[in-house]
Each structure stands twice: as structure tokens, then as C-alpha cells.
């Protein structure tokens, strides 16, 4: 988050693009400093600080009967120049997150701008559309806009317009499977049949799955999606490929 907030203030870049982890590690990106934050301005933390505060040094004489009772048990294990130190440091520390606290402030209010926005990606597999439905429910909870859900390898429908028989007389004609003998062509026509079948049930299951992060979207966001290709991903060509989809 210090990283972003120093990039942005240096008004270098036309686009600076966050590419976070997946959604519980980005959630811990958006919480951590709310959770820092309470945690030090805890009762626990102030009640153990007031002694030091008060005194300059940890003293037993600033605090009442019952803190000063756990707290003379406390020293006979861990040495009263421990609490000692113990104090300043979360005296010291607090200073500096005053801070912190203030460039967290700035940061939210810089994610909440009108130039920023977020990109969902997800797969459609029933699971990952819910996390992603998930962080856009945190998203708006905290007023920060969302630019699109992106949903990655997408089975599309593709009914077929052969019959068995053509299909059949096609994979006698492949030079590679010459030498299969009829009963084989007729088991490998009966594998791409049941291969095609699974296929189209995944690409119910992933309209379906589109369809509801459109729901939730709203129409406040496009809800764009990318095939399932038939190769993996993983150069320039096949980068040009996914653009045409992305850029619609």
C-alpha cells in the first residue's frame, strides 16, 4: 500500500495497474491497515501504555490496585525492565502510526477516485464466481468502484451439425489413424461424441454462472468473457488472441 501511494504521488505514469493475489490475500490488502490500526488503539494496548504515559517511565504507582496486582505477577516472570520496554515500545510505535494512519486515509480515498477502478477476474466454476461476487460485495461496501468482472476460459456451446456416420467416414480419412482398425474409428468416434457431451454440459454450467455475475453486475459493469482456447496462453501471438475479447 506505501508502495502505490509513493507511485501515485509521483504523477509519472498515464495507467499504474495493481496486480493483487487472489481474494483473501487482496482482502487482507484493503483490511490491514483498519486491522493495525484497532488493534493498537485497543483498550488492552491503552490500559498498558497509561503507566508510561503518564510517568515517562512504567510505573505501578499509575495504575489502580487491580492492574497494579497482575501487573506486579506479570513482572516476576518476564522482569519489570521488560514491561518497561514493553510500554515504550507501543508508546513509540503509536507515534509513527499516526502516520500510517494518515497515508491509509489517503489511499482509501485515492482507490474511491473517478479514475480508478477495479478488475474482477475469475473463472466460471461455481466457487470462484462466489468469491468474486464476495469482493464485489466488499468493494461497494467500501465505495470503490468496479470496472468490469472478467470471466477467464469460458466453455462456449457448439452443437454439433454431424451425424455419426459422417463423423465416422471423416476419421477413416485421417492419414494418422490409417492402420485403426473398424471397431477402433467406431470407439474413437464414440470418445469425441462423449468428450463433446461433457463439453456442452460445462458450457451450460458456465452461461449460467455468467448470467449470475451479470445479475449482481447490474448493468454498473460490463461482464466480459474469454474463451476456453484450445491452446495454453503463453506468448505474444496467443496475448493478441485474448485482446480481441477483452477490448470486445
Known sequence: MAKLYEIAGEKKYDLIILDTP???NALDFLDAPERLTSAIDSPAIQWFTKPYMAAGRFSLKAVGMGA???LKRLARFV????LDDMAA???E???????????AREV???LRGSDVAFVLVSSAEPASVDEAVYFYERLEKSRMPLGAFVVNRVH???PSALGR????ARLQARPELRGYSPDDIVQVASDFDRTHKEFQALSEVDAREVARLGKHAAGKAPVVTVPFFDQDIYDVSGLSQMVRYLSG
Open 22 to 24: 487472489p481474494t483473501a
Open 68 to 70: 497494579a496486582f497482575v
Open 79 to 82: 522482569g519489570s525492565a521488560f
Open 89 to 91: 515500545f507501543f508508546v
Open 93 to 103: 510505535f503509536n507515534s509513527i502510526l499516526g502516520g500510517f494512519k494518515e497515508r
Open 108 to 110: 482509501f480515498e485515492l
Open 156 to 158: 462456449r456451446s457448439a
Open 165 to 168: 456416420e459422417e463423423v465416422i
